[in-house]
């Protein structure tokens, strides 16, 4: 059963109750799903997926011009430069950049066709070793700085994935320091869009701390079969 409508409801009441309706945006990360269940969630309205593997995206989406009208598709998983040239003309933007030497392999490809593309920086906020994601400030500045030689990359947002294990502070405090890291990229005049943060366990907390985008799987499409 694929309940767009159920988490919707939730994600705007949410919004509502922090006193931020209508400023809160659904992705569905389909992983594990198969296209069946993708387009059950587009009848429903649903426009935005995620996906997290560049070889499922693949074998899953039609190709780009023969997806359903408005269908937006990113990747949210980490990303390894050799699977980079593959995975552009297949995504609209890809929400997991975490390094610069990925920044460069993204700008080469894209130089070579003249494309321009939305990227997310990813913030590893709960400072665990086995995430992705800039690990301070330094290198996040490093990286922004960075942006002045890839013409073709579009910095649009952050995005983060809040620590495991449902401690509401723990929770609370990764996501306050990204939202604070993106307000200062604000300030410094970047004109930052998206803030993606949440998923299913924790995103009434990430909509309290200033979301702009929560990516939901389980609430939206059920269990995965397996751990993706
Ligand atoms: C799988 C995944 C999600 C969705 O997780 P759920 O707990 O199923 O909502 C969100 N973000 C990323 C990066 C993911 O890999």
Redesign the pocket.
Known sequence: MVDVKGVLDKVDSCARACGRAGEVLLMA?S?THPYEAVMEAYAQGQRLF?E?RVQEIAAKFPPPGQRPDGMTLCL??HLQRNKVRKVIPLVDRID?VDSIPLMDAIEHDLASTGRTMDVLFEINSSGEAQKSGFVDEVSLMEAVAHLADCPHIHLAGLMT?GPLGGDVERITSAFRYTRGLFDRLNRMGLGLEVLSMG???DYEIAIREGSSEV?????IFGM?SYD?
Do not use: P
């Not at 990516?215 to 609430?219: L, P």
């Open positions: 990360v992983k995620g997290n949210i998983g997991s994935v998923m299913s366990a990516r939901i799987g389980t609430a995965r993706a």
